[in-house]
């Protein structure tokens, strides 16, 4: 894993996912066609800025419920982002110290700027694996999530804002049943989606922007997103819009500003 290798896969030609979702956080690890293409989806949605915002706090209050009342120590965060602070390994290791995350992406720019998502506690650990979720078989067989997951353990699945860039041809659900499948009892599945339910003319536009940059996406129902936690035991509030799954104030974002589905199960 070297700087070098990473600099030579960096396809600036195109916009990519994660450093037009860099741009709508606020980031600085993108480049112009990267801005050029997010303020394309911001011209037709504007509350993506939100959507984005709500996403990341999702993913810190599904860690924080999951490390403080069903005692998961260990996660396993696909399709983890350029590192945004605070990372999920930093939201979990502040309420268990000793927690162990594995991240994995398939961007080479999230792999250059994954040494920031090392940056553990001495109890914890952390490491990043390049690989795309399409290949299930290839993440469960590195050899460094070995080194840092006891699969014999529960662990959270983390699949946030991932599985709308996996289309039904490339079958999500085959993709989140084989992840699921060899972790053990009381592991966790924690879900964000954007979804076209609450205004779908524009999420047609937004999904025809990604297409045409070279980015298949597909935006799915609430119906369809909960099937990806088909077997699992939902938590309260079930599958939600991301900004109404157990807030920490009340929501002030309207549910199209958000157009997110979020949920976490628990494995029987
Ligand atoms: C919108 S970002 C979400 C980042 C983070 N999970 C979050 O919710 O804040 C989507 C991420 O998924 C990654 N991604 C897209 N397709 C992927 C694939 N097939 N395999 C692995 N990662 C993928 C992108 O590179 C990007 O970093």
Known sequence: ????HAARDIDTSRPHSARMY????????????????????AAVYPGIFVCARENRAFMHRATRVLAREH?????????????????????????????????????????????????????????YIEADVNDPQSLLDAPELAEVLDLDRPVALSL???????TDAQDPYGIVTRLLDVLPSGSALALSHCT????PSTWQKVTDIYNNAGTPVQFRSREDVARFFDGLE???????????????????????????????????
Request: charged share 25%; proline share 7%; aromatic share 8%.
């Open 160 to 166: 946030n804002a991932l599985m709308h860039f996996v």
């Open 71 to 127: 005692g998961i120590r260990q996660w396993l965060d696909v399709g983890t982002g350029i590192p945004t602070e605070p990372n999920l390994h930093q939201v979990a290791q502040s309420v268990v110290p000793e927690a162990r995350v594995v991240y994995a992406d398939n961007d080479p720019l999230v792999l250059k700027y994954a040494e920031r998502l090392m940056r553990s506690t001495t109890e914890g650990r952390t490491t």
């Open 234 to 268: 939902l938590l309260d509030p079930g599958v939600s819009v991301g900004h109404r799954w157990r807030p920490d104030s009340e929501p002030t974002a309207t549910d199209a500003e958000v157009s997110l589905w979020t949920g976490v199960g628990i494995k029987p």
């Open 196 to 199: 076209p339910d609450f205004d």
């Open 1 to 4: 894993m070297t700087t070098s």
């Open 22 to 41: 860099d741009y709508y956080l606020g980031g600085k690890d993108h480049f112009d066609i990267d801005t050029k293409a997010a303020e394309t989806v």
